[in-house]
């Protein structure tokens, strides 16, 4: 638990160096990509497993939306099975906590060999996956102990949401009042994270009325998605109960047959979503 405290100064080390709140820029100094480079990508493909994995669908949907790029997010292990498109105007990024998940690296390794441009986002700085990378974003949040990923996550989110506004800046898509506008949200943020941090209370007793359910599932739209599938990975891997992460509209497809008094369901929609 002491790392899930831990989240605000996670998310203010990924700030760190990289948002200026007095001027309202961002600037990523670790991004090696020439400005010809950038301005030519035509895809990105973010690469990982498990949580990171959901990270990579959040950073996808965040570069599509703010830089205007195709994104997609790959399972690392799958990646180089069938012979993906990649190639310089592709920008690959992988993101690994430890930076020596061997699935993740033997796609990095691929995606070399093919000449994609290649970022890691990750805690371990030194590890092999930052030997193959062009450019490595660490997300300074402290090694975690725990199993489940808390504060490397919502950091490496928090990186990925700077790479995004760094992409699009480039690219000449966002201008500056808008990149102003998000670095004031980034402000807010780790505050924000502490107030929820207050909830433990009514957390607990939800905890204990889900402790009783044998099966769960978690819905999510867009965004949301990603932390629906990890609200359940984390379920299973922590309180070991079965969970499914889905999305909303998916329901009506075969889930919904699964419903009755013995699955709980938890929704994530936040309410500006």
């Given at each position: ?131 193959i990378a062009d450019f490595t974003l660490p997300v ?134």
């Amino acid at each position: 638990s002491k790392e899930i405290a831990d989240q605000p100064d996670a998310v203010q080390a990924a700030l760190r160096g990289r948002a200026d709140f007095a001027k309202g820029t961002l600037s990523l100094p670790e991004i090696t990509l020439t400005h010809d480079q950038i301005t030519s990508l035509d895809r990105v493909v973010l690469t990982g497993m498990g949580t990171s994995l959901h990270t990579a669908m959040f950073g996808a949907n965040v570069i599509e939306s703010l830089a205007r790029i195709p994104s997609v997010a790959e399972n690392s292990s799958e990646l180089r099975y069938r012979n993906p498109v990649l190639g310089p105007s592709t920008l690959m990024i992988a993101m690994t906590q430890s930076g020596e998940t061997a699935d993740t690296l033997a796609a990095m390794e691929h995606g070399r060999q093919a000449g994609s441009p290649q970022g890691v986002v990750l805690e371990m700085e030194g590890s092999q996956a930052t030997r193959i990378a062009d450019f490595t974003l660490p997300v300074r949040a402290g090694q975690e102990i725990c199993v489940a990923s808390t504060k490397t996550m919502i950091a490496s989110m928090t990186t990925l949401l700077e790479l995004a506004v760094f992409l699009a800046e480039a690219r000449g898509v966002i201008d500056e009042n808008r990149v102003k506008q998000i670095v004031g949200q980034l402000a807010e943020l780790p505050s924000l994270i502490a107030t929820v941090l207050e909830l433990n209370g009514q957390i607990t007793e939800l905890a204990k009325h889900l402790s009783a359910y044998n099966d769960l599932l978690y819905l999510g739209r867009g965004a949301q998605l990603p932390i629906a599938l990890e609200g359940a990975l984390k379920m299973k891997e922590i309180a070991y109960i079965h969970a499914e992460g889905n999305p909303a509209g998916e329901m009506k497809h075969g889930m919904n047959a699964l419903l009755g008094p013995d699955m709980a369901t938890v929704v994530c929609a936040p309410m500006n979503d």
